[in-house]
């Protein structure tokens, strides 16, 4: 019926294409999203849900699967601009509900939380035109902690968690 009014039939998967930046290879740049980023690569993701299609795309890299994914406890420390705490705050009571402890403080702080074994993400999300927090994100960084510098990268992050969870699909 679609294919005589020129369209294609719906498919029975969805798709994420996901860009990658090689931040690792690039040491003093700002890893906050910006209108002139540049990813070095992309990775395309499938999945049954597009929940399990973000799942795939944020645990893709060289079978080096985030500890955020493959295990159930651990402290994620937040800098969140003023503007942006509403934006986020729904997802960090589902990582809280998930067994994670949810870490905001001072960059004394920070620098405690980040040599600790249970550090997992730092989400660093400041206010639009801000580049508060740029220090941190380098810390992170540099310690192989996973950071997402975007309230809607932490939601599809969330969503990918949810649908793990619910699936096991990741030991």
């Known amino acids: 019926m679609c294919s005589s009014v020129g ?6 998967f969805y798709s994420v294409k996901a860009p ?3 931040t690792e290879k690039l040491p003093d740049v700002d890893m906050l999203l910006s209108a002139e980023m540049k990813s070095t690569g992309e990775t395309l993701s499938f999945g049954s849900t597009v929940e399990e299609a973000f799942q795939q795309a944020f645990a893709w890299k060289d079978d080096q699967i985030p500890k955020i994914y493959t295990e159930k406890s651990g402290s994620i420390f937040v800098d969140a601009g003023e503007a942006q705490q509403s934006l986020i705050r729904t997802d960090l009571e589902k990582l809280e509900q998930s067994g994670f402890t949810i870490v905001q403080g001072s960059s004394e702080q920070f620098n405690e939380w980040i040599t600790k074994e249970d550090a997992r993400l730092y989400v ?3 206010d639009l035109g801000s580049k508060h927090y740029k220090d941190q994100r380098e810390k992170a960084k540099r310690n192989r902690i996973q950071l997402t510098t975007h309230s809607e990268t932490l939601h599809a992050l969330v969503q990918g968690i949810d649908f793990k969870e619910q699936h096991s699909l990741i030991a």
Request: glycine fraction near 0%; avoid cysteine; hydrophobic fraction near 50%.
């Open 124 to 126: 660093s999300i400041p």
């Open 20 to 22: 990658v930046f090689s």
């Open 7 to 12: 369209l294609l039939e719906e498919l029975s």
